[in-house]
């Protein structure tokens, strides 16, 4: 595997990252999400990410649908709160075609009112279906909470009201302010040469205009820990505890990755999970999340179990937070760890979809892309101080909690 970059003469930044594989993505990384929409605007930019395939000045929303289907790809894209992606996957032989078509997307997109007006609909069911999945909906409010006062403190599927009231010309706006070379960066993984990559998307975006984004992200104030509880009705209680933590950036970033991954990750064996499922059996399942933004971000411990488990868990997971905080692991226990939390990248690294996001979100973020060799070497560094320093973050006076049940 290597990995090659080029930028083209309006700032738009490439990189391909060649395989041999048969199977090849290729797709745009854009610095633009939910915290970039207006007041007013909410659900915006999930709100585009739906009916950006709704037509172009070239082609109608049934044969941008068939585009890459008819090779046996796929076309999709979602949104977070800092970024949406926009990629196809397809066998190796139809690149052109699936850049092409992103470049016809991004500019030429006209959002008809018609087929907004169906989309709405949509987007409107989707929204209704996450408040009647709570261990969904739990976060999304957990993190309003959160960022409440902020832009950061509003659900990515947005108001019904705002989403009701969203016009083309809304749409058009977000698209020429935000979807611009400067602000986005095309990645693409499969076997064909970088050359004949960077090439095509020359061909394909060269014509875009130099515009830069107008963003006006304002990094949020810590608000005060809370602790609520929503009665809704439910047999089981769904709760989320966590706090902020710092950004992307962040020299601590490795330390709490790893931090992340101890307490609560896809492995039985995760520390929460022993101690709260196996040894207790207080709940159903408990998993950790975290979330590094350009200027913040936040880890969130969920926990699914019988509403009388609910404050006897959070006393669990406090005193486990408050002893990594306190108490260095030892070396060897460390190095367990690290050993786990390494193999896991390794099996997920095997996977062609993990790499493409990755190469995406490492150039649109970090101006390149970070190896899964570079991941581990800086996995392997973080020392116990490291791990007590991050862990010091879920202090008891710094953590939030929100149960619905």
């Known amino acids: 595997m290597t990995i090659s970059y080029h930028t083209l ?39 585009v ?21 008819r090779v046996g790809g796929e076309l999709n894209a979602y949104t977070t709160k800092e970024g949406t992606m926009l990629y196809s996957v397809f066998p190796e032989q139809h690149l052109g075609r699936a850049i ?18 169906r989309e709405r609909d949509v987007v409107l069911e989707e929204a209704a279906s996450y408040r009647d999945t709570p261990s969904d909906a739990v976060y999304d409010d957990f993190e309003d ?60 975006f060269g014509g875009m205009s130099h515009a830069l984004a107008h963003r006006h992200r304002i990094t949020p104030k810590p608000v005060e820990p809370f602790r609520k509880v929503i009665q ?24 709490l990755m790893l931090l992340n991954n101890i307490l609560g990750g896809p492995g039985m064996n995760s520390l929460l999970n022993v101690e709260l499922r196996e040894r207790r059996g207080y709940v159903y399942t408990v998993e950790s999340t975290l979330t590094l933004l350009s200027d913040c971000g936040w880890m ?27 108490d260095l692991l030892p070396a060897r226990r460390l190095d367990a760890y690290k050993k786990q ?19 995406g979100r490492g150039l649109i973020y970090h101006g390149n892309v970070a190896t899964i060799e570079d991941t581990i070497a800086r996995i392997q560094a973080v020392t116990p101080d490291d791990i007590a320093q991050v862990a010091s973050f879920l202090a008891h006076d710094t953590l939030s909690s929100l149960t619905f049940q």
């Not at 739906?50 to 941008?64: L, S, V, Y």
């Not at 409440?148 to 969203?166: F, M, Q, S, W």
């Not at 047999?235 to 490795?254: C, E, K, S």
Request: charged share 25%.
């Open 232 to 255: 809704i009705g439910t047999h089981q209680a769904h709760t989320i505890v966590g706090a902020r933590v710092p950004d992307m950036n962040h020299p601590l970033r490795y330390a």
């Open 341 to 359: 939390y390494c193999g896991q990248l390794i099996v997920a690294a095997d996977s062609t979809e993990f790499m493409a996001m990755r190469a």
């Open 145 to 204: 909470l959160l960022f409440a006062g902020t832009e950061l403190g509003h659900n990515i599927l947005g108001r019904k009201e705002d989403l009701e009231r969203l016009t083309r010309d809304d749409c058009m706006w977000y698209l020429k302010t935000l979807y611009v070379p400067t602000n986005m960066a095309f990645f693409s993984v499969g076997p064909e040469r970088p050359e004949r990559v960077f090439r095509k998307a020359e061909n394909a």
């Open 9 to 47: 003469a309006n700032g738009l930044r490439l990189v391909h990252v060649t395989t041999s594989t048969r199977v090849a993505w290729c797709g745009l990384a854009i610095n633009a999400g939910s915290r970039d929409e207006l007041e007013g605007h909410y659900g915006l930019a999930h709100f």
């Open 100 to 117: 092409d078509l992103l470049a016809d997307l991004v500019q030429w997109s006209v959002f008809p009112q018609e087929e907004l007006d």
């Open 49 to 69: 990410e739906h009916t950006i395939f709704k037509g172009t000045k070239h082609r109608r929303a049934w044969h941008i649908l068939n585009r890459m289907e």
């Open 300 to 326: 969130e411990i969920y926990l699914g179990c019988d509403p009388g488990d609910v404050k006897s868990s959070l006393r669990v997971i406090e005193r486990i937070t408050a002893q990594l905080g306190q």
